[in-house]
T-cell receptor, first 113, second 114 residues
Framework: AQTVTQSQPEMSVQEAETVTLSCTYDTSESDYYLFWYKQPPSRQMILVIRQEAYKQQNATENRFSVNFQKAAKSFSLKISDSQLGDAAMYFC??????????FGQGTRLTINP | GAVVSQHPSRVICKSGTSVKIECRSLDFQATTMFWYRQFPKQSLMLMATSNEGSKATYEQGVEKDKFLINHASLTLSTLTVTSAHPEDSSFYICRLGQLSGGYTFGSGTRLTVV
């Protein structure tokens, strides 16, 4: 069975600094996708960034970037120039096949002003 | 990207009654919709997969007769919690299945059973 592990239940960072959220996964699929979702207090799930496993280049979306290490099955999220609005729960997810997503336990990110 | 409208956002119902939650795909043909449940401070747990025009498939441990799913059209999937009890109180959220749809989530429904 696929598993996604986020080993950091909580993280905090000073505003304008950089923070990295960790995620490891295990899958038997040869082709898969990885995602980071943000869930603010409203509980709306917002897609932050997506990585196709066949692509070697790390995905980037403005201040958000990933460090995708396929051999190590690691998929960390880096948030640069942290802003107060980045405070939320962040979930790492792996496409399981049949369009299913497996989610990690989540990391609660706090931004200190 | 695709937009999924979920209603209601909040509902309070009495124990023993049924509640229907709707997820509507506004601009994308939703052949597949996933339904999740999320308890406070926990991750999303997949409950079932609804497929347009066919029976839903349920994850292990999810009661089919309690959580009725209907996906009669390409734009609408519904989850009905039947004979609700306080332990069914949770946050329910749907997700569009197709990757080309961006794996978009609905805005969620907070169900409280009193």
């Amino acid at each position: 069975a696929q598993t996604v592990t986020q080993s950091q239940p909580e993280m905090s960072v000073q505003e304008a600094e950089t923070v990295t959220l960790s995620c490891t996964y295990d899958t038997s699929e040869s082709d898969y996708y990885l995602f980071w979702y943000k869930q603010p207090p409203s509980r709306q799930m917002i897609l932050v960034i997506r990585q196709e496993a066949y692509k070697q280049q790390n995905a980037t979306e403005n201040r958000f970037s990933v460090n995708f290490q396929k051999a190590a099955k690691s998929f960390s999220l880096k948030i640069s120039d942290s802003q107060l609005g980045d405070a939320a729960m962040y979930f790492c997810a792996c496409y399981q096949g049949a369009q299913k997503l497996v989610f990690g336990q989540g990391t609660r990110l706090t931004i200190n002003p | 990207g695709a937009v999924v409208s979920q209603h209601p956002s909040r509902v309070i119902c009495k124990s023993g009654t049924s509640v229907k939650i709707e997820c509507r795909s506004l601009d994308f043909q939703a052949t597949t919709m996933f339904w999740y449940r999320q308890f406070p401070k926990q991750s999303l747990m997949l409950m079932a997969t609804s497929n347009e025009g066919s029976k839903a498939t349920y994850e292990q441990g999810v009661e089919k007769d309690k959580f009725l799913i209907n996906h009669a059209s390409l734009t609408l999937s519904t989850l009905t919690v039947t004979s609700a009890h306080p332990e069914d109180s949770s946050f329910y959220i749907c997700r569009l299945g197709q990757l080309s749809g961006g794996y978009t989530f609905g805005s969620g429904t907070r169900l409280t059973v009193v």
